[in-house]
């Protein structure tokens, strides 16, 4: 360890050397002196000798450093020594940087958290998750899950996978029945070789065995959460063995799964896993494990040894068309594979176009806080050129002078990153809260090492862009004028260089300011797009008692009291029921036949949706009737055969008649029209006006309540709560939520991507404008004697305000210029996500023109009135 | 600029014939230089200061030793001495440098060149 003690040693070391250094000196000066020089002739002569004994003298001194390291450490205390004395500009720079750099670590966090992060299973290269694709559909609709016989035959006769399990595609919310109460919980039904396809080990107790799929002969059991076993029991160790009560039966807890998985599909929460074969019992759904045409399990695989994902997809696409041979469909149905993510691979496009975009604009946020850092490098390297020409002069080489400037820079930019990194610890919570509350989606969006290595990654690639051009320009220097006189007149290349990285930010923030404009201008359309229904005053709830095993007639009288107590509640002006609400996330379409009518080409049957509900509901969500009368109870009846329409319904099939009255078939039943309800959106808000019918709701299993209520919603939705849990408590409403909350998720997308390009717009403006008032400053600061000349001869305040305002003025306007062609290109992008809008919206792209503009405009003028009121005396007694 | 000239010997030859005086006879900085040039008839232009940084590097590595002391000419320097290290180091060193030497030689001339 002897490079420990060179380390104490080298004091000593470094004084016997210039000890040493100096006496060959006298040596040799006196040998000179000899020959017969003067003495300063000699001690030059010998100094000439000896070379640049700085320079010798660190090269020695280097040999007992390690060498890189150290100097690198020394150029960092350098560095920070100089931050020091000019805390302003540090500041500034970090600051900048950390907006930028907070901005992309946020966005990437849910980029890492969407489709990066892999799901916690063992060797997760080798699975696939397997679904069925529609070769002649395309898009998302294409795909399709796997049904239950169709999984069953894959599973059985592939030869390309060593293991395939199955997992419902939808969690389950699930009424947990403990201490008199019902608590809503949430499941997954899964193969029993789930666990060990993915070659997952409990934390505690045991998985599934092979033969629990074949349902029958054993014990309903579950597996559940590490993070409910923390929660609910308190990660006691006697769980297992307890019963738990889920939906009406009893299920014996054998195992628990480790702290990091949670599931193989993001956004659920998942209490607990049971297995496929609990289905009749667990979902009340008897039918769904025999059916053909279910499509609820995504497949998951593991690949033979050898085996590619695409042999193993043509292996599973010929079973997938033999088993459908005898189908309509038969050939078209193909299986398909993907690398098993969180994010199932069908989506996975259409989440990273989405994420891709804003990860775009905060990557012009970041070149933006980039130009802003290099602007202000470069504003001081005019102040620092002399220290660097007296670095130069002692010896230091273009090399360390170039290394020294990026070091400065690269310790800005991570000191930005660092801030970036607190930026997104603070925000990412935040935004989470602008998922709908009441979806029972988790996003993890942890600060894993994947975006520390990103924050790394962007902070360096950062420093070095901004640094980079300064660095270089400040070793291109002539030493003698700097010495000479230390100061240097403002040339046009440097003030160009300047000048083109304001114009680029102006260019970028008008970008993105258009962007966000029409953004946040689409996002005040589609609140105000009329969804045909009332969107205050009504509370919603989900109801399922069928999941609790109810009967027809025991779901028929629950109903019916709920009904008449919440009609009771003070404040509650009427109430009803619907298997639907529109601008949700379930749709039901039925065939239809209309006399006289073609149906579209190709079909047999006119397509149109269908929503089931009872007495009230319209006046309840505040559909207007146009025409004809509301449902009556009797409706309900069986083979009652009445129907209401909506007005694009009536329009469309009896235009000029009157609609009430008339006849056509619903699926086999001829039905009549006894009213006409006003158009409204059912799927999406930006949609066309739809076709649309509403049939008397009978007995079902799950169903929307919803509340007319007065002013205050919330205190309603307990009231409900009280009421629903003295019907029955083991019934848990899956959502209880008021209207506005409800249209929330519709609104989701686009109140996302508004608020966070509104917050990178303004991010981006305040960089701009410190960008071009930090330049017009810098300018007035260099021009101050030219300035005072010109008053000196006659110029007035007026003209040395417009000179300035000039120069500013002129960079803005290339800047807009340049700014508005890209964002004709870059808007479109957007075209998508707009409602009501266009992405080249002319009001748009003026409004925020002339907006960025002013605000130009004013960091201009600042600085210009500055420089008018400078004293012509003073600036040239200076000189 | 000379320095750049000084740098045409190749890497290690300095500390080489450093090692080589000082197999002859341990000496302080000064007299090393002195005894170089002498020795090479002042074909090798070094430039003296380029010794320095040489000396450290072999004291780095353990193939000289230096002590402070007194002169002939009674002035305080510090004197090096090749250590056994260095001496093994400086016959290995020759001897490639001579093969080294034999090689280019055999390219230059290559009439001279064995059996071929």
Same mark, same amino acid.
């Given at each position: 360890?002897?490079?420990?003690?060179?380390?104490?040693?080298?004091?000593?070391?470094?004084?016997?050397?210039?000890?040493?250094?100096?006496?060959?000196?006298?040596?040799?000066?006196?040998?000179?002196?000899?020959?017969?020089?003067?003495?300063?002739?000699?001690?030059?002569?010998?100094?000439?000798?000896?070379?640049?004994?700085?320079?010798?003298?660190?090269?020695?001194?280097?040999?007992?450093?390690?060498?890189?390291?150290?100097?690198?450490?020394?150029?960092?205390?350098?560095?920070?020594?100089?931050?020091?004395?000019?805390?302003?500009?540090?500041?500034?720079?970090?600051?900048?940087?950390?907006?930028?750099?907070?901005?992309?670590?946020?966005?990437?966090?849910?980029?890492?958290?969407?489709?990066?992060?892999?799901?916690?299973?063992?060797?997760?290269?080798?699975?696939?998750?397997?679904?069925?694709?529609?070769?002649?559909?395309?898009?998302?609709?294409?795909?399709?899950?796997?049904?239950?016989?169709?999984?069953?035959?894959?599973?059985?006769?592939?030869?390309?996978?060593?293991?395939?399990?199955?997992?419902?595609?939808?969690?389950?919310?699930?009424?947990?029945?403990?201490?008199?109460?019902?608590?809503?919980?949430?499941?997954?039904?899964?193969?029993?070789?789930?666990?060990?396809?993915?070659?997952?080990?409990?934390?505690?107790?045991?998985?599934?065995?092979?033969?629990?799929?074949?349902?029958?002969?054993?014990?309903?059991?579950?597996?559940?959460?590490?993070?409910?076993?923390?929660?609910?029991?308190?990660?006691?160790?006697?769980?297992?063995?307890?019963?738990?009560?889920?939906?009406?039966?009893?299920?014996?807890?054998?195992?628990?799964?480790?702290?990091?998985?949670?599931?193989?599909?993001?956004?659920?929460?998942?209490?607990?896993?049971?297995?496929?074969?609990?289905?009749?019992?667990?979902?009340?759904?008897?039918?769904?494990?025999?059916?053909?045409?279910?499509?609820?399990?995504?497949?998951?695989?593991?690949?033979?040894?050898?085996?590619?994902?695409?042999?193993?997809?043509?292996?599973?696409?010929?079973?997938?068309?033999?088993?459908?041979?005898?189908?309509?469909?038969?050939?078209?149905?193909?299986?398909?594979?993907?690398?098993?993510?969180?994010?199932?691979?069908?989506?996975?496009?259409?989440?990273?176009?989405?994420?891709?975009?804003?990860?775009?604009?905060?990557?012009?946020?970041?070149?933006?806080?980039?130009?802003?850092?290099?602007?202000?490098?470069?504003?001081?390297?005019?102040?620092?050129?002399?220290?660097?020409?007296?670095?130069?002069?002692?010896?230091?080489?273009?090399?360390?002078?170039?290394?020294?400037?990026?070091?400065?820079?690269?310790?800005?930019?991570?000191?930005?990153?660092?801030?970036?990194?607190?930026?997104?610890?603070?925000?990412?919570?935040?935004?989470?809260?602008?998922?709908?509350?009441?979806?029972?989606?988790?996003?993890?969006?942890?600060?894993?090492?994947?975006?520390?290595?990103?924050?790394?990654?962007?902070?360096?690639?950062?420093?070095?862009?901004?640094?980079?051009?300064?660095?270089?320009?400040?070793?291109?220097?002539?030493?003698?004028?700097?010495?000479?006189?230390?100061?240097?007149?403002?040339?046009?290349?440097?003030?160009?260089?300047?000048?083109?990285?304001?114009?680029?930010?102006?260019?970028?923030?008008?970008?993105?300011?258009?962007?966000?404009?029409?953004?946040?201008?689409?996002?005040?359309?589609?609140?105000?797009?009329?969804?045909?229904?009332?969107?205050?005053?009504?509370?919603?709830?989900?109801?399922?008692?069928?999941?609790?095993?109810?009967?027809?007639?025991?779901?028929?009288?629950?109903?019916?009291?709920?009904?008449?107590?919440?009609?009771?509640?003070? +404040? /509650?002006?009427?109430?009803?029921?619907? !298997? *639907? $609400? =529109?601008?949700?996330?379930?749709?039901?379409?039925?065939? %239809?036949? #209309?006399?006289?009518?073609?149906?579209?080409?190709?079909?047999?049957?006119?397509?149109?949706?269908?929503?089931?509900?009872?007495?009230?509901?319209?006046?309840?969500? +505040? /559909?207007?009737?146009?025409?004809?009368? !509301? *449902? $009556? =109870?009797?409706?309900?009846?069986?083979?009652?055969?009445? %129907?209401? #329409?909506?007005?694009?319904?009536?329009?469309?099939?009896?235009?000029?008649?009157?609609?009430?009255?008339?006849?056509?078939?619903?699926?086999?039943?001829?039905?009549?029209? /006894?009213?006409?309800?006003?158009?409204?959106? *059912?799927?999406?808000?930006?949609?066309?006006?739809?076709?649309?019918?509403?049939?008397?709701?009978?007995?079902?299993?799950?169903?929307?309540?919803?509340?007319?209520?007065?002013?205050?919603?919330?205190?309603?939705?307990?009231?409900?709560?009280?009421?629903?849990?003295?019907?029955?408590?083991?019934?848990?409403?899956?959502?209880?939520?008021?209207?506005?909350?409800?249209?929330?998720?519709?609104?989701?997308?686009?109140?996302?991507?508004?608020?966070?390009?509104?917050?990178?717009?303004?991010?981006?403006?305040?960089?701009?404008?410190?960008?071009?008032?930090?330049?017009?400053?810098?300018?007035?600061?260099?021009?101050?004697?030219?300035?005072?000349?010109?008053?000196?001869?006659?110029?007035?305040?007026?003209?040395?305000?417009?000179?300035?305002?000039?120069?500013?003025?002129?960079?803005?306007?290339?800047?807009?210029?340049?700014?508005?062609?890209?964002?004709?290109?870059?808007?479109?992008?957007?075209?998508?996500?707009?409602?009501?809008?266009?992405?080249?919206?002319?009001?748009?792209?003026?409004?925020?023109?002339?907006?960025?503009?002013?605000?130009?405009?004013?960091?201009?003028?600042?600085?210009?009135?500055?420089?008018?009121?400078?004293?012509?005396?003073?600036?040239?007694?200076?000189? | 600029?000379?320095?750049?000239?000084?740098?045409?010997?190749?890497?290690?030859?300095?500390?080489?014939?450093?090692?080589?005086?000082?197999?002859?006879?341990?000496?302080?900085?000064?007299?090393?230089?002195?005894?170089?040039?002498?020795?090479?008839?002042?074909?090798?232009?070094?430039?003296?200061?380029?010794?320095?940084?040489?000396?450290?590097?072999?004291?780095?590595?353990?193939?000289?030793?230096?002590?402070?002391?007194?002169?002939?000419?009674?002035?305080?320097?510090?004197?090096?001495?090749?250590?056994?290290?260095?001496?093994?180091?400086?016959?290995?060193?020759?001897?490639?440098?001579?093969?080294?030497?034999?090689?280019?030689?055999?390219?230059?001339?290559?009439?001279?060149?064995?059996?071929?």
């Amino acid at each position: 360890m002897s490079w420990i003690l060179d380390i104490f040693r080298r004091r000593a070391l470094y004084n016997d050397l210039s000890e040493e250094i100096r006496g060959h000196l006298e040596e040799r000066t006196e040998q000179i002196m000899r020959e017969g020089m003067s003495h300063k002739e000699a001690e030059q002569a010998a100094r000439r000798a000896f070379g640049n004994r700085t320079v010798l003298e660190e090269r020695s001194r280097e040999v007992w450093q390690w060498p890189t390291l150290e100097s690198i450490w020394a150029d960092v205390r350098y560095a920070i020594r100089q931050f020091k004395n000019s805390p302003g500009f540090s500041v500034t720079v970090i600051l900048s940087l950390t907006l930028g750099l907070g901005a992309n670590t946020t966005i990437f966090t849910f980029v890492n958290a969407l489709l990066l992060r892999p799901p916690a299973v063992q060797d997760g290269g080798r699975l696939v998750e397997v679904l069925r694709h529609d070769a002649q559909a395309s898009g998302i609709e294409a795909y399709s899950n796997l049904s239950y016989p169709g999984y069953a035959d894959l599973r059985d006769h592939n030869r390309s996978l060593s293991g395939f399990a199955a997992f419902d595609g939808d969690g389950r919310t699930v009424s947990w029945s403990h201490n008199g109460q019902g608590e809503m919980v949430y499941g997954q039904l899964v193969s029993s070789n789930f666990f060990s396809v993915l070659g997952v080990e409990p934390a505690l107790g045991r998985f599934f065995q092979p033969d629990e799929d074949k349902g029958g002969s054993s014990a309903p059991t579950v597996v559940i959460s590490h993070s409910f076993w923390q929660r609910r029991f308190g990660g006691d160790r006697a769980v297992l063995g307890r019963v738990l009560t889920l939906n009406g039966a009893g299920y014996t807890v054998v195992g628990v799964t480790p702290a990091s998985f949670n599931g193989v599909i993001i956004g659920f929460r998942h209490d607990f896993w049971t297995t496929l074969a609990m289905t009749p019992i667990l979902i009340h759904d008897r039918d769904r494990m025999g059916s053909d045409t279910s499509s609820w399990l995504f497949g998951v695989g593991r690949l033979k040894p050898g085996v590619s994902k695409n042999e193993a997809q043509a292996d599973l696409t010929v079973l997938t068309r033999n088993e459908h041979s005898s189908d309509r469909h038969a050939a078209v149905m193909d299986a398909t594979a993907f690398p098993l993510q969180l994010m199932p691979g069908p989506v996975r496009g259409y989440v990273a176009a989405f994420t891709g975009m804003l990860m775009a604009a905060v990557g012009l946020v970041l070149l933006i806080a980039c130009a802003n850092a290099a602007n202000l490098v470069l504003a001081r390297a005019t102040t620092r050129h002399r220290e660097l020409a007296v670095r130069s002069a002692l010896g230091a080489t273009r090399f360390r002078i170039i290394r020294q400037a990026l070091t400065e820079s690269l310790i800005l930019s991570m000191m930005g990153g660092a801030g970036g990194l607190l930026i997104a610890w603070w925000s990412i919570p935040a935004l989470l809260r602008l998922t709908p509350a009441t979806i029972p989606v988790s996003i993890e969006a942890p600060l894993d090492w994947r975006v520390f290595a990103f924050t790394f990654v962007a902070s360096l690639l950062s420093g070095i862009v901004f640094g980079v051009l300064p660095a270089l320009r400040s070793a291109r220097r002539d030493l003698v004028p700097a010495l000479k006189d230390g100061r240097q007149l403002a040339g046009p290349r440097r003030s160009r260089l300047r000048g083109s990285l304001v114009v680029a930010q102006i260019t970028v923030c008008l970008v993105l300011l258009i962007s966000a404009g029409l953004c946040v201008r689409s996002l005040i359309n589609a609140r105000s797009i009329d969804p045909g229904f009332s969107t205050h005053d009504i509370a919603v709830a989900q109801l399922n008692p069928g999941g609790l095993g109810y009967t027809e007639a025991q779901d028929r009288q629950f109903y019916q009291l709920l009904l008449e107590r919440v009609r009771a509640l003070p +404040g /509650v002006s009427s109430a009803s029921l619907s !298997d *639907y $609400l =529109p601008l949700g996330t379930s749709r039901t379409v039925h065939d %239809v036949q #209309i006399d006289r009518v073609n149906p579209p080409p190709g079909q047999d049957f006119i397509p149109v949706q269908v929503a089931y509900v009872a007495p009230d509901f319209f006046r309840t969500m +505040g /559909v207007p009737l146009l025409n004809g009368r !509301d *449902y $009556l =109870p009797q409706d309900a009846e069986p083979k009652s055969g009445k %129907v209401i #329409i909506n007005q694009a319904m009536a329009s469309h099939y009896w235009p000029g008649q009157n609609p009430i009255g008339q006849h056509f078939k619903d699926h086999q039943q001829t039905v009549e029209i /006894v009213g006409v309800a006003k158009t409204g959106k *059912y799927r999406t808000l930006s949609e066309d006006p739809l076709d649309f019918m509403y049939l008397p709701l009978g007995p079902q299993p799950q169903e929307f309540l919803v509340v007319r209520t007065g002013a205050g919603e919330d205190a309603a939705l307990r009231e409900i709560r009280k009421v629903i849990q003295n019907l029955d408590p083991n019934v848990v409403p899956m959502e209880m939520e008021t209207i506005s909350q409800y249209m929330a998720l519709p609104l989701f997308a686009a109140r996302t991507t508004g608020v966070l390009l509104a917050v990178f717009g303004s991010v981006a403006l305040l960089l701009a404008t410190i960008g071009l008032s930090g330049i017009v400053s810098y300018s007035v600061t260099q021009r101050t004697n030219e300035i005072g000349v010109r008053m000196a001869l006659g110029a007035d305040r007026l003209d040395v305000v417009r000179l300035i305002l000039k120069q500013g003025m002129r960079l803005t306007g290339i800047g807009l210029v340049l700014g508005l062609a890209l964002s004709f290109a870059a808007t479109r992008v957007l075209a998508g996500l707009l409602y009501g809008i266009k992405p080249g919206d002319p009001l748009t792209f003026a409004g925020v023109s002339v907006f960025l503009g002013l605000v130009a405009f004013i960091s201009c003028y600042l600085p210009a009135r500055r420089a008018a009121s400078i004293d012509p005396m003073r600036s040239l007694r200076a000189e | 600029m000379t320095n750049s000239n000084a740098r045409d010997l190749f890497p290690g030859a300095l500390e080489l014939m450093i090692l080589e005086s000082l197999r002859r006879q341990p000496a302080h900085g000064y007299a090393l230089v002195q005894h170089i040039q002498q020795r090479s008839n002042n074909l090798l232009q070094v430039e003296e200061g380029s010794l320095y940084p040489a000396l450290q590097r072999l004291l780095k590595a353990k193939l000289v030793k230096a002590e402070w002391g007194v002169s002939s000419t009674n002035r305080r320097v510090r004197t090096y001495e090749i250590t056994a290290a260095g001496i093994r180091h400086l016959e290995q060193e020759i001897s490639s440098f001579e093969r080294m030497f034999e090689g280019i030689a055999l390219v230059l001339n290559p009439a001279k060149s064995p059996a071929n």
